[in-house]
Nanobody, 127 residues
Framework: QVQLVESGGGSVQAGGSLRLSCVAS????????MGWFRRALGQERKGIAT????????YYADSVKGRFTISQDKAENTLYLQMNSLKPDDTAMYYC????????????????????WGQGTQVTVSS
């Protein structure tokens, strides 16, 4: 199984950008569905972007589509989330997650499917 460690959170003004990183260690030879989730204060954890390390088209939630980009660097075993045009509504704890999969297609953003989680990194966007 894989272990995940996020970094890159912080405080930024509205309109700014941040890039989150998630370094995977352990079993990095299998196909994994990987995703970014976030939990705002008082809300449930929600999937905002996913991709399959085997190379399928990424998924984006409507709330981040066109502003956030999920990507991977296989050589570095790292998952990224580039966040542009940040809004105060993007303020949340962000989590990297993964589950091993036997296929290379679409990865649904259902949190119950993901069984490996990072510790989270806080993103705060001020107006």
């Amino acid at each position: 199984q894989v272990q995940l460690v996020e970094s890159g959170g912080g405080s930024v003004q509205a309109g700014g950008s941040l890039r989150l990183s998630c370094v995977a260690s352990g079993d990095t030879y299998s196909n994994y569905c990987m995703g970014w989730f976030r939990r705002a204060l008082g809300q449930e954890r929600k999937g905002i972007a996913t991709l399959n390390t085997g190379g399928s088209t990424p998924y984006y939630a409507d709330s981040v589509k066109g502003r956030f980009t999920i990507s991977q660097d296989k050589a570095e075993n790292t998952l990224y989330l580039q966040m542009n045009s940040l809004k105060p509504d993007d303020t949340a704890m962000y989590y990297c997650a993964a589950f091993r999969t036997g296929w290379d297609g679409y990865c649904p953003p259902n949190r119950d499917n993901f069984d490996r989680w990072g510790q989270g990194t806080q993103v705060t966007v001020s107006s």
